[in-house]
Nanobody
C-alpha cells in the first residue's frame, strides 16, 4: 500500500507564507511526477504545480512567481513554498504522485486546508 501524507496547511493573513509538505510511503518502486492541486469551494480541482523526477517544473499561471515546488527524491517528499498568499489561494491542497508499485498509477493525499484571510 502507498500513502501520501500532507502537512503544513493552516490560516494565514494575506501576504503571508506557508510551506506544504507531502511524504510518500509504502512499497514504492519508483516515483515519476509529484505535484500539488487545489480545490476551492464550488470549483473544480486545479493544478498548482508539478515536478518530475528529473526536476522539470510546471506552475499554474496564477501562482508563478509566488509559489515554489521542490522535491527530495531520496526521501520521496515534495514541498510547496507559498509566498505572497492571496485570499483566492484559499482551498484544500492535495498532493499527487505518479508512483510505480506493481504497476504505475496516480495516488492522492487526503488534502490539507489553506485559508488566507485577515
Amino acid at each position: 500500500q502507498v500513502q501520501l501524507v500532507e502537512s503544513g496547511g493552516g490560516l494565514v493573513q494575506p501576504g503571508g507564507s506557508l510551506r506544504l509538505s507531502c511524504a510518500a510511503s509504502g512499497s514504492i518502486f519508483s516515483i515519476y511526477a509529484m505535484g500539488w492541486y487545489r480545490q476551492a469551494p464550488g470549483k473544480q480541482r486545479e493544478l498548482v504545480a508539478t515536478i518530475t523526477s528529473g526536476g522539470r517544473i510546471n506552475y499554474a499561471d496564477s501562482v508563478k512567481g509566488r509559489f515554489t515546488i521542490s522535491r527530495d527524491n531520496a526521501k520521496n517528499t515534495v514541498h510547496l513554498q507559498m509566498n505572497s498568499l492571496k485570499p483566492e489561494d484559499t482551498a484544500v491542497y492535495y498532493c499527487n504522485a505518479d508512483i510505480v508499485v506493481s504497476r504505475r498509477r496516480d495516488y492522492w493525499g487526503q488534502g490539507t486546508q489553506v485559508t488566507v484571510s485577515s
